[in-house]
């Protein structure tokens, strides 16, 4: 108990400099209720190093932590956790920290969690934005993957870097890798299937890793393109003096490429979208088709309907403004017409005022279609 008491206080001095962060919090329609506590990938590194007993969890299905995994990380799948509390964590006073793939079953499973009455949970989002290192299956070769559909690969001592690409059977993109300069990287690809019982299922989805080799100190790109509808990604790739490989998406403005509009109840507005990579998951997904959703109020802020499909998150705190869309957990998007603090992702924003939007959205639900053009 000591030592649990010991690592409290040090957990403590590491989030006293993060006051603006979210206390853990589930909206409900009467206001927000205190929950498990929310915290940054960069505070969940740092309470990793502390003394004093904390246990950090894994809650993505088993063959997702056989594929990789945080170094010392236990596995106990969201969908496993019930009423009951886990035979892995028997001690309510325990420091646990949580994560998932993209962050969104790891806040479901810090709120079970939290209901049974474990005291100090926190959650720090998911695997695919974590930038220290991971165990990759039995090899345990170590990288760091950093985005969705993206890459692996940060500025601490890593021998491979990845890029991961969602696809499915049946008709799923394919994709095609030119490293510009072939002497400085080679790569492999391989498939790795979200679910064990792929074999038995129509269209199961599946991730294509290209894992890219260092083989001499130097730079160069590489271009991936989607051999479906013929789009491509740029990265930057350099490979130090030992041989390990940095991969950094190169900025894009997708407003030169793709603009969207949004029509509420028929009336349309610009949206200006943010440079990141869940905005461009957004984009490719309304190219093909517009996106209808049936949108309710909630929480006095905003209207929100469920996707039906999930984009890559890229949370950080941020105080909303009317006009703004916000992605929540990875499945749901909202927009805004009055502010509210909390850690979301941001899609873009609708060129309209706040009393352009209310007179829009009128009372009650509202049908609203995005498309890109």
């Known amino acids: 108990m000591k030592g649990i008491i010991l690592s409290v206080l040090c957990v403590a001095a590491v989030l006293a400099f993060a006051a603006c962060s979210s206390k853990g919090e589930v909206m409900d329609g009467d206001g927000m209720v205190n929950s ?3 915290i940054s990938q960069e505070q969940a590194a740092e309470m990793m190093k502390l003394e004093g007993g904390q246990i950090v969890v894994d809650v993505r299905r088993q063959d997702e932590y056989d594929e990789y995994h945080i170094p010392g990380a236990i596995c106990i799948p969201n969908e496993s956790i019930g009423t009951e509390m886990p035979e892995e964590l028997p001690d309510k006073e325990q ?3 949580i994560y998932c ?7 479901e499973a810090a709120q079970k969690l939290f209901d049974m009455g474990y005291k100090n ?3 720090f989002g998911g695997i695919i934005d974590w930038k220290g290192d991971v165990v990759y299956g039995e090899t345990s070769e170590t990288a760091a993957p950093v985005s969705e559909t993206s890459l692996s690969g940060n500025d601490d001592t890593t021998a491979d870097a990845q890029l991961s690409f969602d696809s499915f059977d049946g008709g799923g993109p394919e994709y095609n890798v030119v490293i510009e300069d072939p002497d400085v990287l080679s790569y492999t690809e391989n498939k790795v299937y979200h679910q064990k019982d792929h ?5 199961a989805g599946f991730d294509v890793i290209f894992t890219f080799k260092g083989l001499k100190q130097g730079e160069t790109k590489i271009t991936v393109t989607n051999t479906m509808d013929d789009t491509a990604e740029v990265f930057s790739a350099k490979v130090d003096d030992g ?3 940095i991969i950094s998406e190169l900025s894009t403005d997708m407003q030169n490429d793709t603009s969207v509009v949004v029509a509420i109840n028929g009336a349309d507005f610009d949206v200006e979208l943010e440079d990141n990579s869940s905005a461009k ?6 190219k093909s088709s517009p996106l209808t959703l049936d949108m309710n109020d909630y929480g006095g802020f905003e209207k929100n309907a469920s996707l039906g499909f999930e984009l890559p998150t890229n949370d950080t705190e941020i105080v909303t403004q009317a006009g703004d869309i916000i992605l929540y957990q990875g499945d749901t998007l909202a927009l805004y017409y009055d502010e509210n603090r909390w850690q979301l992702t941001k899609l873009g924003h609708i060129n309209a005022d706040k009393d352009e939007l209310l007179e829009a959205f009128g009372d009650g639900e509202v049908s609203v279609v995005f498309r890109a053009e």
């Open 281 to 286: 998951a957004f984009v490719e997904k309304i």
């Open 101 to 107: 793939r993209s962050g969104r079953r790891s806040k």
């Open 199 to 203: 074999e038995q299922l129509d269209g």
């Open 36 to 38: 498990y506590t929310q």
């Open 95 to 97: 420091i646990i920290l």
């Open 121 to 123: 949970v926190y959650e």
């Open 243 to 245: 041989l390990n490989v």
